[in-house]
């Protein structure tokens, strides 16, 4: 295991993301919680993360001293390695204009961070993030490596194994950075990648077993990768102590409800409570135009509909939630104050208070691509895994203004025949999200000899790796060509096709 202590730094998930992928265990922890679970967890090596302060303001984090204490190894990145400088008896001098952006790196000295990656001499490609600067090395360090404007780039102890970066090696504008954490993953702490989702998968049933004993759980499907995941690993934990319960708002794709209706049911054989309320959710959005109106609106008839179906299921004392990694590391937040609400989310979030149940979340450690890795070893068909994401409040976010259930025919439609396009040119994997927008305007064209007046359907594809923040896609015009010809041919009521070139941000990825 390895304990990553968080500074604040934007990019500290991909430090975990990284040491994962090298199939070794981690936790992220905030600095102040850092120690207690240092003494907990036990770990065979830490990273200190990079973070916005300086070390010379004062009350500015520090690793906790028991880290240096016990001996393990210990690799420091920015921020962390100016607080391991300064703690280790070295001079940090601060107050320097913030500095981001591609530096090289000459190798100095033989270190086992490069072996097999750099060489003697050579200058390799790094993201640099510079504010306080090592004026004086600690000592027992030595320079391993200079940069035209950091000659304490990289530092290191080999004996005691420690070493500091002023780059961000986690990050993909350092191109050598995953091998330099992996060697200090593998070579420096000896850890071997033994984590894989083969182990995972046996763990976590038994701590489900363990966790639920005779007990019964109920689960919320969303036709998403997660819940479908944690309800088949659930599943295999405790059979029929699980009861699904698939929430249709009306608001799905096509065809998406029979997919999971199949999977569940007939495939897996997993009991499925299939619980139509299109009616009452269509009904209660009759005329709303607003979009916040309307995803409070989901979301209170959502938990509604969901609780009325627990009670009549009886008898459950545990809840189950696909609940993700990002979703629980406490996150280091430096400017405190509220932050502004673009989007009122709507998931499952709310209703544990309420139903006072007992929550069990196998996949809270995870990653969303690891996710899919376990969705993968379940045996979960990959057209499901590899899906895009698609948003709690569905297809009531993609039609601006009033929804109507012939607008969400046509929107369905169009939807499907632009996936389909996308498919098809073996594009799928590269988007990170793609789906049309029923624009709420009618324009006029001509179809044969006649005059139409019919309605625009609005494309957005993105690439992202977080959703957080996204650039367009860029087809070539000739697929957009084609796919506008197809969506106006094969949907009926529509006449006009537009593509979405704004990046986020400013614009977000869903149009409400
Ligand atoms: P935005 O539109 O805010 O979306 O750029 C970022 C990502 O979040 C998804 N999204 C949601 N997911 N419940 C969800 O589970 C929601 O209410 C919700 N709203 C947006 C969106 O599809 C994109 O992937």
Redesign the pocket.
């Known amino acids: 295991k390895i304990l990553i202590v968080d500074f604040g730094s934007q990019v500290t998930q991909l430090i975990a993301r990284r040491v994962r992928e090298d199939g070794v265990y981690c936790e992220i922890v905030p600095f102040n919680k850092a120690e207690a679970a240092f003494d907990e967890m036990k770990p065979k090596a830490v990273i200190l993360s990079g973070g916005p302060e300086s070390v010379h303001e004062a009350g500015s984090p520090r690793a906790p001293q028991a880290i240096f204490d016990s001996g393990v190894p210990v690799m420091g990145i920015c921020y962390g390695q100016m607080t391991m400088a300064a703690q280790l008896g070295g001079e940090v001098e601060g107050g320097h204009h913030r500095e981001f952006g591609r530096a090289d790196v000459e190798v100095k000295a033989k270190s086992k961070l490069f072996e097999d990656v750099w060489t003697l001499g050579g200058k390799n490609q790094v993201w640099m993030s510079h504010g306080d600067r090592i004026t004086k090395m600690p000592p027992g360090f030595s320079v391993a490596g200079t940069s035209p404007n950091a000659p304490f780039a990289i530092i290191q102890d080999e004996t005691r194994k420690y070493y500091g970066l002023m780059f961000h090696p986690e990050v993909v504008h350092t191109p050598d950075g995953a091998k330099l954490i992996r060697n200090f993953v593998r070579k420096i702490a000896g850890l071997t990648g033994d984590w894989t989702m083969r182990a995972f998968r046996e763990e976590e049933i038994a701590k489900i077993r363990q966790q639920v004993g005779k007990g019964k759980v109920i689960c919320g499907l969303?036709g998403?990768v997660d819940s479908a995941v944690a309800a088949v690993l659930i599943h295999e934990a405790i059979g029929d102590q699980l009861t699904c319960v698939f929430v249709d708002h009306g608001l799905l794709r096509l065809d998406e409800a029979k997919t999971v209706v199949d999977l569940f049911r007939h495939h897996y054989n997993i009991p499925l409570v299939h619980v139509d309320a299109s009616k009452q959710f269509l009904g209660e959005l009759e005329g709303v135009t607003d979009p916040e109106t309307k995803?409070k609106t989901i979301?209170r008839l959502f938990i509604e509909v969901f609780e009325q179906e627990a009670k009549k299921i009886g008898g459950a004392d545990f809840l189950a939630q696909g609940t993700l990694y990002p979703d629980v590391i406490e996150s280091v937040s430096f400017t405190g104050g509220p932050s502004v609400t673009?989007?009122?989310?709507?998931?499952v979030g709310g209703l544990p208070e309420r139903m006072n149940m007992k929550l069990v979340e196998p996949l809270r450690e995870l990653f969303k691509d690891e996710v899919r890795k376990l969705g993968r070893e379940l045996g979960l068909p990959e057209i499901f895994v590899g899906r895009?994401?698609?948003?709690?409040?569905g297809l009531a976010?993609r039609c601006p203004g009033d929804i109507t259930r012939d607008k969400l025919d046509i929107l369905r439609k169009a939807d499907a025949v632009y996936i389909d396009q996308i498919r098809k040119h073996g594009l799928y994997d590269e988007i990170?999200?793609a789906?049309a927008v029923l624009l709420p305007v009618k324009t006029v064209g001509v179809m044969g000899d006649g005059r139409t007046y019919d309605y625009v359907v609005g494309l957005r594809a993105v690439t992202?790796t977080d959703?957080?923040t996204?650039d367009f896609y860029q087809f070539d015009m000739k697929f957009l060509g084609e796919t506008a010809t197809r969506i106006i041919n094969e949907v009926k009521g529509v006449n006009r096709v537009v593509y979405d070139v704004t990046s986020?941000p400013p614009?977000?990825?869903?149009?409400?």
Request: overall charge positive; glycine content about 16%.
């Open positions: 969303s998403g995803r979301g673009i989007k009122s989310h709507h998931n895009h994401p698609f948003p709690g409040p976010i990170w999200q789906f992202s959703g957080m996204a986020k614009g977000t990825i869903e149009w409400e």
